[in-house]
């Protein structure tokens, strides 16, 4: 048995890798440098390029560019209409920004359970935590895996709801053959550097509908338009004017950032591709390790994986979840763990939330790590994070 290096034994590897990390090219620097050189650098043309290229690729209707992912779930939740006395119902097992969308609107986030084998949140759940106010549906595609569409949109028509899908994981995923961004009533991604493609920050809303895209164009822009239909004073004194018909924000992308993100559209595929290998690779690697659980898919999803989870099985090792962690660490692999659950952070406890609201939920979080992968891994590095899971387990086995 090797020696861990916590212990004083050799790392698998010399240098530091981890979770995720962007890929940036030569492609994308000439596009971002052709946008700085231009007369344009923001509200330019490469926003609307962007919009047009995610509807292209997605077969969304509408697609509405914003400055990062939490601005597009705040202008989806402001878009679907939801405000004081709603109550909107998503998954603990995420990102605070799903959840805290719903608050920025002044009304009650409700945390349904999650599929213990999935992760991805229960439509039985969802089901048991309707009520009179309940408004929308915030299902969020998490590690990449695609939600339950088909039960998620039964659940909204019955009930008369609006689903919302926080695909911020889950760009190049699909659905029974159709793309995520063109299946929910308003889908939000993010370009956050680990994400698949990136603009270093940035974030679109996408919809099918005319009368959500409208509103989502408002949102992002201060509550204000140009355009004459949707002015209210029909005399205009000239080409100048313009209305604030709405209260909105400044959720603006710049126009290098769009650029950024149009060149990474572009190798979207090729990111995807690649992300599935790791993920088959370590799928095959870790699969009959008895210690360790792996996310299950559905067969609905073609997933492009945003992350990779090990679960471990804290009852067949001899250590914690910390103490595993740090050998990793030790050993130059960096993971990282997504998410604690949101209703868990001081904030949300001090509205009342407690512990115990989502048991499922909080059980896969207590043995859930995120292992590294993304398109510009190596084939050795893959095989140094196989090497370096299997070397701590056989250390920690009981």
Known sequence: MEKLAIDGGYPVRSGKIYYGRQWIDEDDIQAVTEVLRSSFITC????????????????????V??????????????????????????????????????????????????NPETYNIDPDSIRVHITEKTKAVIAVDFTGQAVQHKEIRAICEEFHLIFIEDAAHAIATKYDGKQVGSLADLTTFSFHPVKTITG????????????????????????????????????????WCYEQITLGYNYRITDFQAALIVSQ????????????????????????????????GIPESDTCRHLYIIRLRLDKLKC???????????????CQIHYIPVYWFPYYRRLGYEKGLCP??????????????????SDQDVTDVIHAVRKVVENYRK
């Open 320 to 334: 914690s979840r910390r103490e595993f962690f740090d050998a990793m660490g030790e050993e130059n692999v960096q």
């Open 360 to 377: 499922n939920a909080e059980e896969v979080y207590r043995g859930i790590m995120s292992i590294p992968i993304y398109p510009a891994m």
């Open 265 to 296: 559209m572009k190798k979207l595929d090729n990111f995807a591709a690649r992300r599935k290998e790791i993920a088959k690779r370590y799928d095959e690697a870790f699969s009959e390790i008895p210690e360790l659980m792996l996310q299950k």
């Open 65 to 114: 560019a914003v400055s990062n992912g939490t601005a597009a779930l705040h202008c989806a939740c402001i878009a679907a209409g939801i405000g004081p006395g709603d109550e909107v119902i998503t998954t603990p097992l995420t990102f605070a920004a799903s959840a805290n969308c719903v608050l920025y609107c002044g009304a009650v986030p409700v945390f349904a359970d999650i």
């Open 44 to 63: 330019g043309p490469k926003v609307d390029e962007m919009e047009r290229t995610l509807e292209e690729y997605t077969g969304a209707s509408y697609a």
């Open 200 to 239: 270093g920050e940035g974030g679109a809303v996408l919809t099918n509908s005319e009368e959500f895209y409208q509103k989502l164009t408002l949102a992002r822009t201060h509550g204000i338009t140009h355009e004459e239909s949707m002015m209210v004073n029909p005399d205009r004194e000239g080409p």
